[in-house]
């Protein structure tokens, strides 16, 4: 009961802390505090948000199964909503901020320009995932549906990373250090259902215990 209670207290700190980088972004904004080129900081910024949430939304699961603090699961569901959340206002700063709404030259964009095109489909991923975040849509589509359904945050993953990728010029270290994490998730995720599929058949093959 005190485990409970104190996740309860958690979650809004968790919410709040959450909120910071947009609250953060328009503190800036309002205060002359961006740089001479504000849309493409504003860009930037809610970008970077975007992939770092799936990633913290992709590490809760590996993480709970190696530590076996099942509590971060509930924390899975906000980040989750976060990544969207953010992923909504970069795309939006796109579409409003930078074309104006001018659809002809979006459309161009994102036929010409690649990291353009993985960004938009991995945002679009993020659409169902978002849409069938809560229990109720659980219910209706069946625990096993919905984790099929779920596991396009690794797409999400990936084509956010190419997206930063492709975005620069220059690939620095922060875009291999999000790529290396998202590979690592990946091939724990891999690895791990090997291991479920190989200890269940250890198990059948095991001869039962006489009574």
């Known amino acids: ?13 968790v919410f709040v802390a959450s909120l910071f980088p947009v609250v953060l972004l328009i503190w800036n904004g309002l205060h002359g505090s961006l740089s001479a080129n504000p849309i493409s900081d504003i860009t930037n910024e809610t970008g970077i948000w975007t992939l770092r949430f799936v990633v ?5 699961t590996p993480l709970r199964r190696i530590t076996r603090w099942h509590w971060l699961i509930k924390f899975r569901r906000m980040t989750g909503l976060f990544a969207f959340f953010y992923g ?5 700063t796109y579409v409003w901020l930078d074309q ?15 990291f353009i095109t993985v960004g938009l489909a991995s945002f679009v991923l993020m659409i169902p995932l978002a849409a069938t975040s809560t229990q109720k849509m ?9 984790n099929v359904l779920h596991r396009l945050i690794y797409l999400t993953a990936a084509g956010g990373v190419i997206h930063y990728l492709w975005l620069v010029k220059v690939v620095t270290y ?10 690592v998730l ?4 891999i690895l791990w259902k090997y291991r479920s599929r ?6 059948d093959k095991e001869e039962p215990i006489p009574a």
């Open 1 to 13: 009961m005190i485990f409970k209670n104190a996740v309860s207290y958690v979650k809004p700190l």
């Open 56 to 60: 913290i939304t992709l590490s809760l």
């Open 88 to 92: 909504t206002l970069h795309l939006t």
């Open 100 to 114: 104006f709404f001018d659809w002809q030259s979006i459309v161009h964009d994102i036929s010409k320009r690649p």
């Open 138 to 146: 659980i219910r209706r589509l069946g625990g096993g549906t919905w």
């Open 174 to 183: 922060r875009q291999l250090t999000y790529g290396g994490i998202v590979a």
């Open 186 to 189: 990946l091939l724990f995720r």
């Open 198 to 203: 190989f200890t269940k058949s250890h198990l």
